[in-house]
């Protein structure tokens, strides 16, 4: 029980004894008389989790049978009894052992029933009391023990430790409301140290288990010690509970009373006839869903959430979620399209307007609209990947390609995306949700035909929180994205009018999936023609006009702008030439700004004044016939080059050594053109025994690129047999194919570059293999007006046209053993 006397109502209607009467029958109760050992003997209370302090009084309920008939006995002799607190509550039958060593003598009042058949009663503590024996156990329990007698003087410490309590629980009784104020005038009368530490235990809420402690502490000092720790911490707690209760009570205060003014409000408007201002955001919002043309399944949804809307108070959580839901559905555009622009020669206009070059790619287009122009009605729509290096203008074509259609043109750059919701959004179980990057840009579009633009699709990422390529499967597949599912919507949307065109700089990260999807389109980077009519064209009227010197007729000669693009940059594209165009524009707006003398024509010689020391160099070609030396054509991203094999051969046992950088496949041509000339060792005069008693060194000058490919394969066999016959290599040759075990040249890639770097380093002939002929047409007429093209099938026309008939060198040959045991003696 944790009521006190102080606190205790009356409870006259439920026991028809009032609470004065009872009270006073304790007072009439006398103390049991000790012997001449200083021992009482009294009967015993058991007690389960209470704990009653000398003085005190508290309600106590019996059920006990043995208990019941202790203190009918001891009410029979006009006896106290002893209290003793179980250490378990939950045994029923305690021995001796279960019992707390110091307890209370008390007396009990009148016994009352209860509608629970068990009996109440009031006891009053009078003294603590140390057993000392258990004298009997049937039919209830008695025992000898030891008044404790507290000492009546008062130290000064303990004077502190009183103050000290006395405070504390001053500010428990203003903060716990449960304790009334007369109870801190109550303590403030006490002078005895031990009734003071008691009454303030009785009247806090602490648990049982410390009543226990502060029970057994005998010494009135130590028990206000212990008292004094409590009370601080209930005073903490009870100071947070008062925190708490004060913050929740403003916020209820807060929203009653905006509750009270929005009723009032309401009611002025009733009055004014002006409606309730939710009523009519609701019925706004609804008049707004049946005006937008939305499909059937989006409309039922968006009425019933405006149904779950009317059904709520305004100031409900989930009402900002549900309206920020359908002004979603609302503003996508579901049936809202723009009209193509047919017209395939306005197409090819805009198109050559904004771009030089890219044929493959706007043909493609252009055949697009010319089947869109035969069948308007085709819904089907390309999915198109560019592909190629950076800054060859495959997102600027997009843009021109929605020009020439006359659609909105929207991009979303995909770079290091590793969410999944990025696509397809959250769902609305989360707070902050929102559609994903596929939704938020139609509704950016306006129409639901744009041209969509996902820019730099092989730089997506995957990890824990999911795979965006695979969930791009279905934004980027013509028989599923009719109906595409975003998370947050939950209502399949059209995504089937959209014309998606993705760019990439490689096809390698692409999942395989994702790629069979697509129509890959590739970019292959611009040859030095094609940039310098892209400078003239584009670039250098953009920067003369950004940099403010489009008033004084700058030009450029054609001739700087090849030393430009071959000596200041190293690219595919034309990102970097226009830096350099815009450096050489800022120079001569500085001059004119700071009215110096500035040129108004652009010469090499300006370049280098303007650019300083070129950066790059270009490989030169040989200047004269060599032996084991021979020239090939490589292809890189920034476009051909040309490439010296260089063959060295020395005595030896038989080695062969490749460096340069070269990678596994350039490594096995080099083994297989080896075994070729091994084959035909006979044909070229070569004894067969050589190859055992000689070392091979054979060399790719620039040795910090990396090199790799099989298009090197007739370059490395024509220079061992160079190198074995002493035969020189013809100077003005270049060379590219691969080579088999029989001397089979077989097709390689990048025909176009590499005839174009040939032709740029002046040599006069190019070896190619034959089925690579067809891959001319896309090389420059000029081109292939000065260069001879040989087109040939297997090595022996190689050697034909490359190796010249005259031997320079005579052929390395190993010493004779006899000559080595001469040098030997």
């Not at 000290?164 to 009368?189: G, I, T």
């Not at 502490?217 to 004094?228: F, G, H, I, M, Y």
């Not at 252009?366 to 800054?391: H, T």
């Not at 059209?494 to 395989?512: C, E, R």
Request: glycine share 6%.
């Amino acid at each position: 029980m944790n009521r006190n006397d102080w606190s205790l109502r009356d409870d006259e209607e439920n026991f028809n004894l009032s609470l004065s009467q009872r009270t006073e029958e304790l007072y009439n109760v006398p103390n049991m008389g000790v012997d001449e050992d200083g021992l009482i003997e009294a009967l015993v209370l058991p007690l389960r989790d209470l704990v009653i302090f000398p003085r005190m009084v508290s309600p106590i309920f019996v059920g006990r049978e043995a208990s019941l008939l202790a203190i009918q006995d001891a009410q029979a002799n006009n006896q106290t009894v002893i209290g003793l607190t179980q250490r378990d509550a939950d045994v029923d039958d305690p021995e001796p052992s279960d019992f707390l060593s110091i307890g209370v003598e008390m007396a009990v009042g009148r016994l009352l029933s209860m509608p629970d058949s068990s009996s109440s009663a009031l006891v009053q503590g009078r003294r603590r009391v140390e057993v000392v024996e258990f004298v009997q156990m049937e039919p209830f329990i008695k025992v000898r023990a030891r008044p404790i007698y507290e000492p009546l003087n008062v130290e000064r410490e303990t004077q502190a430790l009183m103050r000290s309590v006395l405070d504390l629980f001053d500010r428990c009784v203003k903060l716990d409301r449960s304790l009334p104020e007369e109870a801190h005038l109550y303590a403030l009368n006490i002078a005895e140290p031990g009734w003071l530490a008691d009454m303030i235990t009785t009247a806090i809420s602490i648990n049982a288990q410390e009543k226990q402690k502060l029970l057994l502490l005998a010494d009135p000092t130590e028990r206000l010690k212990q008292l004094n720790m409590l009370l601080a911490q209930e005073v903490d707690v009870l100071e947070l509970e008062d925190e708490i209760h004060s913050r929740v009570q403003s916020e209820v205060d807060r929203t009653q009373r905006e509750f009270y003014l929005r009723e009032q409000m309401k009611a002025i408007q009733t009055e004014l006839g002006e409606g309730d201002i939710w009523s009519r955001d609701v019925a706004e919002l609804r008049k707004k869903v049946e005006t937008t043309k939305l499909p059937k399944e989006a409309r039922d949804t968006a009425l019933k959430e405006i149904e779950r809307l009317t059904q709520m108070p305004p100031m409900a959580p989930e009402v900002g979620i549900i309206r920020t839901y359908i002004d979603w559905i609302v503003s996508l555009p579901w049936k809202k399209a723009t009209k193509d622009n047919l017209d395939v020669r306005n197409a090819a206009t805009v198109l050559d307007r904004d771009h030089y070059g890219l044929k493959k790619a706007k043909e493609r287009i252009l055949e697009y609209i010319a089947v869109r122009s035969l069948k308007p009605k085709k819904e089907r729509q390309p999915i198109l990947c560019f592909v190629g290096p950076p800054g060859t203008g495959k997102t600027s074509l997009g843009r021109s390609i929605a020009d020439a259609l006359g659609r909105e043109f929207v991009r979303v750059s995909l770079g290091g995306v590793r969410d999944e919701a990025e696509i397809r959004g959250h769902r609305r179980t989360y707070i902050g949700a929102l559609p994903g990057r596929i939704v938020q840009t139609m509704k950016r579009a306006g129409t639901a035909n744009p041209l969509f633009m996902l820019d730099e699709i092989d730089k997506l990422g995957s990890d824990f929180r999911g795979d965006p390529s695979s969930a791009l499967l279905e934004v980027l597949d013509p028989e599923q994205n009719y109906a595409f599912s975003d998370h947050y919507l939950e209502i399949p949307f059209d995504l089937s009018k959209v014309m998606f065109i993705t760019t990439a700089n490689t096809l390698g990260p692409i999942p395989s999936a994702l790629l069979d999807r697509m129509e890959v389109i590739e970019f292959p980077g611009y040859i030095e023609e094609e940039k310098v009519v892209i400078a003239e064209r584009f670039l250098i009227p953009r920067q003369l006009e950004e940099n403010g010197v489009e008033d004084i007729a700058l030009r450029f000669a054609a001739k700087a702008l090849l030393r430009i693009i071959r000596e200041y940059t190293y690219e595919a594209g034309v990102r970097n030439l226009e830096r350099e165009i815009g450096r050489i524009c800022r120079k001569v707006a500085r001059l004119k700004a700071e009215e110096k003398r500035y040129p108004t024509q652009i010469t090499p010689r300006t370049v280098e004044k303007f650019l300083g020391p070129p950066q790059y160099f270009l490989p030169e070609a040989e200047r004269q016939d060599e032996v084991g030396v021979a020239t090939g054509l490589a292809w890189t991203s920034s476009g051909g080059e040309i490439m010296s094999v260089e063959v060295a051969v020395m005595e030896g046992k038989g080695g062969l050594q490749i460096t340069g950088r070269v990678g596994d496949v350039m490594q096995e041509s080099a083994q297989a053109g080896l075994t070729y000339l091994k084959s035909r060792a006979a044909l070229f005069d070569i004894p067969p025994d050589i190859f055992d008693r000689m070392d091979i060194h054979i060399h790719l000058p620039e040795g910090a690129i990396p090199k790799d490919g099989p298009s090197a394969g007739i370059t490395l066999a024509t220079a061992l047999i160079s190198a074995f016959t002493g035969h020189p290599v013809f100077r003005d040759v270049a060379m590219t194919g691969e080579i088999t075990l029989r001397g089979r040249v077989l097709p390689v890639g990048g025909v176009r570059e590499k005839v174009l770097a040939a032709h740029r380093a002046g040599l006069k002939m190019v070896v190619l293999p034959e089925k690579n002929l067809k891959d001319m047409v896309e090389v420059p007429k000029a081109v292939r007006t000065d260069l001879k093209i040989v087109p040939v099938k297997h090595m022996d026309d190689v050697i034909k046209v490359a190796i010249s008939p005259e031997m320079m060198l005579d052929p390395p040959r190993p010493r004779e053993k006899e000559d080595e045991g001469n040098d030997e003696q």
